[in-house]
């Protein structure tokens, strides 16, 4: 059963119907001002909070909150003739809303955003916002969190960690903007979308444990964000980010140089081989290819010169099985055969 589906089917074992009259009611906690301050979505002991909602063409939105450490739970359904917009509320929490599926329209400090499937928007503490409930099939994920899940990361001073550095540009951009928007950089998003089914499982379930495992997934999503989603980034927010990722390659090529592809570097830095050759090639310049020779050419003349080890030994030590092309490749950078370096 897909997991749009269970939510459904939970929220009418355990529905309370009610109006959206009644549903801003209960968002208000009898609180009139403008914007309305909401915290019944989480309490003060709780680290983390989810709230969900799934609409259809029908009109009606099946809702869900799972507090994790209390015992709080709420579902309902509201029912609706046309598209509502939600009254503008903020939170002394962050939210991290992921669309599942569909879309999301939200109106954030009084403009309008529009979120497809996949995308992640983290919004801000105090930041005034509302979302639209529309008539269209739909699935939203809302987790809400203390600042303390990304705050963990401001501390972090490795220049060449590129995922490290990146959570602390998470977390910046946080602090600076209303709102930070993530977009998946390829249409495989299985892995997000596993830890939000997860997380959402495993509060309707309800097991011992929960927790851990909840906690640890709101890490694996934040993991996710810097590794295989693109970020909200002015220009020279852009060239900084390059830079470090360029440092990150260079450092994994001096542990890996034996065996490293462009292909690999691809797959662990999350980026196309078209995209990681062309910022190497701009902030290197030379080619990432050529690098990697390179690296392990210079491996190579330090083995030769400092060890006995036979010359066709350390060739393939270095990556090279064609001890021919190992020669070839070392004369065009040296301009001198490795037998003359021994000789030396």
Not at 154 to 164: E, F, G, I, P, V
Request: proline fraction near 2%; hydrophobic fraction near 30%.
């Amino acid at each position: 059963m897909e997991l749009k589906e269970k939510c459904d089917e939970y929220v009418l074992r355990n529905v309370k119907t009610i109006d959206i009259a009644d549903y801003e009611s209960f968002l208000q906690l009898n609180n009139n001002q403008e914007p309305v301050l909401t915290g019944l979505h989480r309490g003060l002991r709780d680290l983390l909070s989810v709230h969900a909602w799934t609409t259809s063409p029908e009109g009606h939105q099946n809702y869900l909150y799972f507090q994790m450490n209390g015992e709080q739970k709420f579902c309902t359904t509201l029912y609706y003739s046309s598209e509502t917009l939600c009254q503008p509320h903020t939170h002394n929490y962050i939210e991290l809303l992921y669309v599942m599926q569909g879309e999301l329209r939200m109106q954030i400090d009084g403009k309008t955003y529009s979120f497809k499937e996949g995308d992640i928007c983290l919004i801000n503490t105090n930041t005034i916002h509302c979302e639209y409930i529309e008539r269209k099939d739909s699935f939203i994920i809302c987790l809400c969190t203390d600042d303390i899940i990304f705050e963990q990361y401001q501390n972090s001073r490795s220049a060449k960690d590129y995922t490290l550095s990146l959570k602390r540009f998470i977390n910046q951009k946080r602090m600076q903007e209303l709102f930070v928007s993530f977009s998946p950089r390829n249409t495989d998003t299985h892995k997000t979308k596993h830890a939000f089914e997860t997380i959402i499982s495993e509060l309707m379930e309800d097991l011992p444990g929960k927790q851990r495992i909840v906690i640890g997934y709101v890490e694996r999503i934040i993991d996710l964000l810097a590794r295989e989603y693109s970020i909200q980034a002015t220009r020279s927010d852009k060239e900084e980010l390059q830079k470090v990722l360029v440092q990150s390659i260079c450092s994994y090529i001096e542990y890996h140089y034996d065996s490293v592809t462009v292909n690999e570097l691809s797959q662990k830095f999350s980026y196309s081989p078209d995209y990681l050759t062309k910022i190497f090639k701009k902030e290197q310049e030379t080619n990432l290819s050529a690098y990697i020779q390179l690296v392990r050419l210079q491996h190579a003349s330090e083995l030769i010169s400092s060890t006995s080890l036979p010359i066709e030994k350390i060739s393939r030590k270095v990556g090279y099985n064609n001890v021919g092309f190992f020669y070839k490749k070392f004369y065009e950078i040296y301009q001198t055969t490795p037998n003359e370096v021994r000789e030396k």
